[in-house]
């Protein structure tokens, strides 16, 4: 799976900080010396500090990047933004799930509030339109973000794709629908009648599934 990812490739990482992220896949990326990615990830943590640690980063679009209470901030990455080595457009949560969910409906862009008074929007030069519909405001747009690979560690996968998550999807539904290609680790291999008995459970459609492997304790 691994193999198949270029370099310079787009990729979005699922999970959430130090929570289901597909760790085992991130490990694989600096073992087979991929370079110039572009990593994308509402809030990353480990994954984003061990590739920039790695040197296989070049450029970062994410929100908040820390490891939680434990073991605090990102290091690596920190040293790797402020170094000029890793060049990072900066969000909040909420406009990168903005923009995934732009690129998953197919339009060029999804406006957004609360970002009125921050240098974020600023910084990253997002437009703003006044309110089309003659309301007075103004409302900034966040432009479409597509990956060319999503990359999530589910529960369980079956042998047709299908990838069930317990629990918080965290950003990965979003992510799984913005991107050109989804891949996906997972704990389990399960049977295909177990997703019809849970079919709420299922994040990802086999249909959207490029690949998929077998991954224990992969996040």
Known sequence: MVAAIPHGASIGLGGSFLHRGPFAFVRELIRQ??????IIKASPGYDIDILCRAGCVSRVRAGIVAMEGNFGLAGGYRKAIESG???????????????LRAAGAGVPFMPVGGVHGSQIAEISGWKKIADPYGGGDEVWLIPAIRPDFAVIHAH???RDGNARVEGSPHWDRALTRAARKVLVTAETLA???????RPELTLVPGFMTAAAVHAPQGA
Not at 85 to 99: F, K, N, P, Q
């Open 33 to 38: 010396g991929k370079r110039d990615l572009e």
């Open 85 to 99: 080595a890793v060049r990072l457009e900066e969000h909040s949560c909420m406009t990168l799930t903005a923009g």
């Open 156 to 158: 369980a996968v079956d």
């Open 191 to 197: 049977r295909p009648e177990s997703f019809a008995e």
